[in-house]
């Protein structure tokens, strides 16, 4: 038979376990849920040789561009419950490097939904030597209702997209 300690320290480990992986759970889930935070829409952000700033964020359906090449990826409508939109985005050398702009290391997240990456953008990957910059046009295509959208970028924190790439209505 088990002495009345060795009963006693039982009672008492099995509640600290308990919240000890109460805890656990509680630090894990906090830590895989937080972000970095973007930079304002309108401020420029470090990137890998240089600086980023968003110039405009524009719903294709508010003016109906389209690229001078004619693209089919963009010739069909959005998906389900989607909509495009068209990032500017100025890009410039500060480094002595330069800057390496590759439109595939560019994807927009939104807080808990996932990210998406461009469904086409302009230019191909291009290099800017220090004091140069390139000009980028970028196409994504959106939940409707995503919230706290970032232009997530190559060795920085991201821009913020604010709210106005949403539809109205959505």
Known sequence: MASPAALKRTRLLVPVLLLALVLGIAVSALT??????????????????????????????????????PTPVLSDPPGKDLHRVRILLELTAMEEEGLFFDPSHYTVSA?????????????APAEARQGETVDAVLVFELPDRAIDLTLELPGGPGLALGPGHHRGGS
């Open 32 to 69: 895989a849920t937080t972000r970095t935070p973007p930079v304002i829409l309108g401020a420029s952000a470090d990137v890998e040789g240089g600086l980023a700033r968003i110039q405009g964020v524009i719903p294709l359906e508010v003016d109906g561009w389209m690229p001078s090449t």
């Open 111 to 123: 807080l808990g939904s996932g990210s998406w990456g461009a469904v086409w953008s302009s230019p």
